[in-house]
T-cell receptor, first 113, second 114 residues
Framework: QQQVKQSPQSLIVQKGGISIINCAYENTAFDYFPWYQQFPGKGPALLIAIRPDVSEKKEGRFTISFNKSAKQFSLHIMDSQPGDSATYFCAVRISGSARQLTFGSGTQLTVLP | NAGVTQTPKFQVLKTGQSMTLQCAQDMNHEYMSWYRQDPGMGLRLIHYSVGAGITDQGEVPNGYNVSRSTTEDFPLRLLSAAPSQTSVYFC?????????????FGSGTQLSVL
């Protein structure tokens, strides 16, 4: 049973364009929504995270948009760069779950120069 | 500062063999976890620990054992390797603070079971 559904599986964007990756969930008990970035041969690294009490969080070119009623959250990468080419994972955590994160299936982003 | 160190980076096993994946962190984090990464399935939690002497099962624990005798070390043992355990394994430790949490991942172990 997939607790978080991530789309698209792969994404190709031109340099300078906007990359958008979406995640949807069902369980309203989730209370933390991070995004992780993974480069080939490396472990994932935290990129940005949001809690359900806010609808948007921005850090540089990266923005999380959170729609609590639709149970969806998305990552927007503005002015995408070739160095952003990586695999991106959304994740969710159940409130009080002793820090257990459930990850989405991942999106492989390629930014063309 | 080394962060999270995993060894080995690569390993090939035959079906039925056992082995231990090592994980050590030097950040004094209480919470540590093991994930496996398979194509199209993201990262799935195998086992986790909330402190020395305390471990619990994650989403896919079958075929794996863990122990946590110290804060620093969290080894993962494959009891009798099966081809279905071919995967990339990541160990992580969790930082809690500032109202958020951050997983620090090791660089992974690529395991092939023949």
């Amino acid at each position: 049973q997939q607790q978080v559904k991530q789309s698209p599986q792969s994404l190709i964007v031109q340099k300078g364009g906007i990359s958008i990756i979406n995640c949807a969930y069902e369980n309203t008990a989730f209370d933390y929504f991070p995004w992780y970035q993974q480069f080939p041969g490396k472990g994932p690294a935290l990129l940005i995270a949001i809690r359900p009490d806010v609808s948007e969080k921005k850090e540089g070119r990266f923005t999380i948009s959170f729609n609590k009623s639709a149970k969806q959250f998305s990552l927007h990468i503005m002015d995408s760069q070739p160095g952003d080419s990586a695999t991106y994972f959304c994740a969710v955590r159940i409130s009080g779950s002793a820090r257990q994160l459930t990850f989405g299936s991942g999106t492989q982003l390629t930014v063309l120069p | 500062n080394a962060g999270v160190t995993q060894t080995p980076k690569f390993q090939v096993l035959k079906t039925g063999q056992s082995m231990t994946l090592q994980c050590a962190q030097d950040m004094n984090h209480e919470y540590m976890s093991w994930y496996r990464q398979d194509p199209g399935m993201g990262l799935r939690l195998i086992h986790y620990s909330v402190g020395a002497g305390i471990t619990d099962q994650g989403e896919v624990p079958n075929g794996y054992n863990v122990s946590r005798s110290t804060t620093e070390d969290f080894p993962l043992r494959l009891l009798s390797a099966a081809p279905s355990q071919t995967s990339v394994y990541f160990c992580a430790s969790t930082y809690l603070g500032g109202g958020y949490e951050k997983l620090f991942f090791g660089s992974g172990t690529q395991l092939s079971v023949l």
